[in-house]
């Protein structure tokens, strides 16, 4: 049998070098590790920016779906306040008409019928008119042209009123034209 020649300090570099592999492994499955685990870290981080974008989106299109809503709400309301503005002098004319001593009963009756008419389209649109008679003026629903001394109202009261004034739910259509007593 052959000895070793190997000094000492030889063959503790043998072995060292024998377990060089062994930590190489160790050494690479750390760095494995670290590798995963800042992938793990990227993919976290791309999740959350991913899911905030998410969630800003999602309150971006409630907003736009709710101010789009207010805005059909406000245009319809809009265009029927128009629309009943419009008609106003025609409700007028007919009360006119009404007051004025008829002839003919049937056409009266008639007349009296078709405004029946447009005033129950009136409450279908929940248009309402001012009841300004009596009442303490009010510059935002009633419009003075006059004042007038001498009345039995009081003062700062409306006495007469001139032609009425008409609310679609709270929003003003026209003003009542009024005379304020003094």
């Known amino acids: 049998m052959g000895k070793n020649k190997n000094t000492p300090k030889e063959t503790e570099e043998i072995l060292n070098e024998e377990n060089i592999p062994e930590t190489s492994e160790e050494d690479d499955e750390v760095a494995e590790y670290n590798d995963t685990a800042t992938e793990i870290a990227n993919l976290e981080d791309a999740l959350n920016e991913a899911n905030n974008k998410y969630i800003r989106l999602f309150a971006e ?5 709710k101010r789009t809503a207010k805005e059909k709400s406000e245009t319809y309301s809009n265009a029927s306040a128009k629309c009943i503005e419009e008609l106003l002098p025609v409700i007028d004319s007919f009360e006119r008409s009404l007051d004025v001593e008829c002839a003919d009963e049937n056409f ?8 029946g008419q447009l005033k129950t389209f009136l409450e279908k649109m929940n248009v309402t008119a001012i009841d300004a008679l009596g009442a303490e003026f009010n510059p935002n ?38 005379a304020v007593a003094v």
């Open 141 to 178: 629903i009633h419009n003075a042209i006059s004042q007038q001394d001498g009345t039995d109202y009081a003062s700062n009261h409306v006495c007469t009123v001139f032609q009425k004034g008409y609310k679609i739910g709270d929003k003003l259509i026209r003003p009542a034209m009024v």
């Open 61 to 65: 299109y409630d907003n736009y779906r």
């Open 108 to 115: 009266r009756n008639g007349m009296s019928m078709i405004f």
